[in-house]
């Protein structure tokens, strides 16, 4: 594992923020980049990011962290399972921590239910052959980036005859939402900073209509500060040229074609059905379902009755908007007061990933002072 | 409703952010409270008899229980003696708490006393009472364990957060975050992928008497970066202090599998524990000499000075980042989780 330091420089990045402020300058208005991966959200936060670009550029965070997208009722549908006799519930950390309807399910662990936080589908599978007299239930929740894992453990359960492995079925696929957003009467963006993860698997192909039907760039962008402002360089390129394409700016991660084989299990197993986001509402075709030789594993048949109906976000809150771009973080009353990482109202707090948790970490305040200044004190 | 304590524990409380701290603060504090504990310091240096004690206790729920370059016995005794340490005590003695799960196997249990002796020879600690407790399968993650270490200050050692002043420089005894970067490995199942990931675990003793030794007075503060990581010890003391920090990323060294392993995971070293490094707070005109004399030994080869202490609102650490941004470092709220997209 290499870890690319060429990609932090900050003599480039300063080279690239001075190229930037040109291009900006030479399309002459602000320009609306959504990045619709919680994880470059993040990093430009970590790595101050809003220091080195120009600001006619404005960063919107979209609805692309897994466990914010989720519906509030499908969470609480989550507690209510792990709260029955005979089940355990499994899932990734950052799920433990979001509010139901009453509670999180950390809290119903707290309480007495048997919940475990694991790393990957294929942990609660080993955790249903280890407990063959208890119901496993893996919360499935990702973007494409994890669907892959979920279906080939949805395989091996099948292919090992395991009768006690369930999916409370909540994953989601990129292209649809984008579509979404694109159709979203109070959404304005100009491109799109596509997702890295999530594009090894599906390639650029999906995004295909974004540059043709809607003219707007779509660059997929790697993790590092200076992938993220090549990117920007990139979307405002085409911005100028007003040649609006999709582009791979993390071709050593991501290729084209995507991975086949991941593609072919996730086909194998899921379809798509329609589907509710947080903060979008309902999606076509935006989410994955068992296809019908695995439905028997689906959670949400075997326990229908325990499915709340929709439930709204609580009062206040305003992360179906902080998903669309619509407002920050800040704009929300209970955001740093009544809504903080600890004890999180809403989902956009809870994960790394979620863009109100990386405001509350990184941004308040930050670039109170120049970055040039900072690095002086600290090298004098 | 959300957003509020919800009147039971959960594991948040434990993990020695801002959950822990509360506890401490609205709990603990006011039922116990004495000047020695309104320190809240990682030890308690209490008078006895003419002789300055230090006291401190801690408990290990590590899991796993074996990780690379570590286990929760070597853990214990360096964990403590290194809270002692860094407050400017001479280790002395240590008693050790095992709380074990029925069901363990004596042989990991023996491997672990073993690891707890050799640790403790070489932090020069004797372990002199002890107590074990077993409680039922189910109730116990294979083993806790649980030291207390005592020690004393020698005349003349005054270190603390109060005697910080703008214009001191910030040191770190070597790469950060690996010991986080260990045991996440292993949780996830990936150490076996990345190679050369091992904890940092060692005992900080000798590195803590040396500066002491060499430079008297000149060091104001000291800590070790357990969970949290370096960022959280940072912001701890700009807040104990009332000073601004100011750190320059690119001078912190991670080492490569830990960057590598962080990037795959989607975490920040800088927020990963540490379990044999130190952060000190010298004066500036002996700072390059501290550094130059860390080097010398094997676990402060790569000691580095990674910041300045500035004038500037109470708390506030300002990093530069390697990219040429600048971001502001918090307390580690929660644990850190691996990324899902
Ligand atoms: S601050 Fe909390 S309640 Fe407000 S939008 Fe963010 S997550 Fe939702």
Not at chain 1, 4 to 27: H, N, Q, V
Not at chain 1, 312 to 321: L, M, S
Not at chain 2, 73 to 97: C, H, I, K, S
Request: with cysteine; charged share 20%.
């Amino acid at each position: 594992m290499k870890f690319a330091d060429e990609f932090r420089e900050s003599s480039l990045a300063r080279d690239l923020s001075r190229t930037l402020a040109r291009e900006a300058e030479a399309i002459g208005r602000p320009v609306r980049i959504m990045e619709v991966c919680g994880g470059h959200t993040h990093a430009i936060f970590k790595f101050g990011l809003y220091d080195l670009l120009p600001p006619s550029v404005r960063m919107i965070h979209g609805p692309g962290c897994p466990v914010c997208v989720t519906p509030r009722a499908v969470v609480e549908m989550a507690v209510r399972l792990a709260e029955q006799p005979g089940i355990i519930l499994c899932t990734f950390g950052d799920m433990m921590r979001v509010p139901g309807r009453t509670r999180s399910l950390a809290q119903a662990r707290a309480l007495g239910a048997d919940v475990r936080m694991v790393y990957s589908a294929l942990d609660a599978l080993e955790i249903a052959r280890r407990h063959p007299d208890r119901t496993v239930v893996w919360f499935a929740i990702g973007f494409e980036t994890t669907v892959p894992g979920t279906a080939s453990a949805v395989r091996r359960a099948r292919a090992e005859h395991l009768h006690n492995f369930l999916l409370l079925c909540n994953q989601v696929t990129i292209a649809p939402a984008l579509r979404a957003i694109l159709e979203a009467p109070d959404v304005r963006v100009d491109a799109f900073i596509g997702p890295g993860h999530v594009s090894v698997i599906i390639g650029t192909e999906p995004y295909r209509f974004v540059a043709e039907q809607y003219r707007r760039p779509v660059v997929i962008s790697g993790f590092e500060p200076l992938d993220i402002l090549h990117s920007v360089f990139q979307i405002l390129r085409q911005i100028r040229s007003g040649r609006p394409e999709v582009a791979v700016q993390y071709r050593r991660a991501v290729r084209p074609e995507g991975n086949r084989l991941a593609l072919e299990v996730m086909e194998e197993v899921f379809e798509p059905r329609d589907q509710e986001w947080r903060g979008l509402g309902v999606i076509p075709a935006s989410g994955l379902a068992l296809r019908p030789p695995y439905a028997d594993m689906d959670a949400l048949r075997v326990f229908a009755g325990l499915l709340p109906p929709a439930l709204p976000d609580p009062r206040g809150c305003r992360c179906g908007e902080v998903l669309r771009g619509v407002a920050t973080p800040p704009d929300c009353p209970l955001f740093g007061t009544a809504c903080t990482p600890s004890y999180p109202m809403g989902a956009c707090m809870v994960s790394a990933e979620g863009a109100c948790a990386a405001y509350y970490r990184y941004g308040r305040s930050t670039a109170a002072q120049p970055a040039a200044e900072v690095g002086e004190i600290a090298r004098s | 409703m959300h957003g509020r304590d919800p009147g039971y524990i959960l594991v948040a409380h434990g993990s020695g952010g801002k959950l822990t701290g509360d506890l401490f603060r609205d709990l603990f504090l006011p039922a116990f409270r004495n000047p020695y504990l309104e320190q809240a310091g990682d030890q308690a240096v209490v008078p006895l008899d003419g002789v300055r004690l230090a006291v401190t206790t801690d408990s290990f729920v590590v899991s796993p229980l074996f990780f690379p370059g570590g286990d929760i016995g070597r853990l214990a005794v360096y964990g403590t003696v290194n809270d002692l340490a860094v407050g400017g005590a001479v280790p002395a003695y240590l008693t050790a708490g095992f709380i074990i799960e029925e069901g363990l196997s004596t042989e990991d249990l023996r491997r672990v006393v073993q690891s707890m002796s050799e640790a403790a020879a070489r932090a020069g600690v004797s372990i002199i009472a002890g107590d074990t407790k077993v409680v039922e399968r189910g109730k116990g993650d294979g083993l806790f364990i649980n030291t207390t270490g005592v020690g004393w200050v020698p005349p003349g050692v005054e270190l603390g957060p109060a005697r910080i002043r703008p214009g001191d420089r910030l040191l770190v005894s070597g790469p950060v975050g690996d010991h986080g970067a260990a045991v996440m490995a292993r949780r996830a199942g990936l150490d076996f992928e990345v190679e050369g990931l091992v904890s940092d675990t060692a005992p900080l003793a000798g590195l803590v008497q040396a500066l002491l030794a060499a430079f008297p007075g000149a060091v104001r503060c000291m800590r070790d970066a357990t969970r949290g990581g370096l960022a959280t010890v940072l912001v701890e003391l700009a807040t104990a202090s009332g000073k601004a920090f100011r750190v320059d990323e690119a001078a912190i060294a991670v080492r490569e599998p830990v960057r590598g392993l962080c990037e795959v995971l989607g975490i920040d070293p800088l927020y990963a524990a540490c379990e044999g490094r130190m952060v000190a707070v010298v004066a500036a005109d002996v700072a390059e000499a501290a550094v130059e004399l860390l080097r010398t030994y094997p676990d402060g080869q790569q000691a580095m000075l990674i910041g300045t202490v500035a004038e500037g609102p109470p708390g506030e650490v300002l990093m530069r980042t390697v990219a040429g941004g600048s971001r502001r470092l918090e307390l580690l709220e929660g644990e850190q989780l691996p990324r899902i997209c």
